[in-house]
């Protein structure tokens, strides 16, 4: 996703920021946390159940609906029985779900239709698993910071130990978190998270010092997943 030389600037970035504190800085910049497979099957759903009876209020007579099932009646002008409509209904309901789930599932429209509340979900999620998979929670200082991007989500997470959230506060996180979601709508990524670690840079180097040489715990690269 991001150039040779946008990994070499975030990196110098994290560098610069953590040489006077004990806190350290990781960059994540993940394609989509999930697939998401409801959307498409809920939206099947929906139009499978709500499209037929719908059109049915609306007067659209049932050999309008289910052509095909014309041919099954007893006679030219005879109409359709009951259990003929029905049969003719559930066969539209299985044609619809297969469409609407079908084009739902190409990734655009699926991003579409995604819910934000799930979108949020997902990658909170994901930024607290790659959180804990750094391991910072569990070293002496706990003064990590992770921030977080969903690219196709167009979600960031910043997640910080609890050490750090109550010395430093919402501000310079809902800073650093405001500049990685310009960078992206810049279609500068890289500058986003420059920013953003500089931003988080300030604030450990003013609430947590280094008292002589950083020692760096982890890379200092962006990590793309």
Not at 71 to 98: R, T, Y
Not at 177 to 184: K, T
Request: hydrophobic share 50%.
């Amino acid at each position: 996703m991001l150039s040779a030389a946008d990994h070499a600037r975030i990196s110098s970035a994290v560098t610069a920021a953590e040489a006077n504190t004990t806190g350290e800085i990781v960059c994540i910049l993940a394609q989509e946390v999930s697939h998401y497979r409801e959307t498409p099957l809920a939206a099947g759903a929906a139009v499978a159940l709500l499209a037929p009876p719908l059109a049915l209020l609306a007067g659209l007579p049932p050999e309008a609906l289910f052509p095909w099932a014309h041919d099954w009646s007893s006679g030219a002008g005879s109409g359709l029985s009951l259990s003929q409509v029905l049969e003719a209904f559930a066969a539209m309901q299985v044609v619809l779900f297969a469409l609407a789930a079908g084009l739902v599932s190409l990734p655009p429209v699926r991003r579409l239709f995604t819910p934000a509340a799930l979108k949020r979900h997902r990658v909170h999620k994901a930024a607290l698993q790659q959180f804990l998979a750094t391991g910072l929670h569990a070293s002496a200082a706990r003064t990590g910071v992770v921030i977080f991007a969903s690219l196709h989500d167009r979600r960031v997470e910043l997640l910080a130990d609890d050490a750090i959230h109550e010395a430093v506060g919402e501000a310079a996180w809902n800073a650093a978190v405001a500049a990685v979601q310009d960078g992206m709508k810049q279609r500068r990524p890289a500058d986003g998270f420059v920013r953003a670690v500089e931003i988080c840079g300030e604030a450990l180097t003013a609430h947590f010092p280094s008292a002589g040489p950083h020692q760096n715990l982890l890379d200092d690269g962006l990590l793309e997943i």
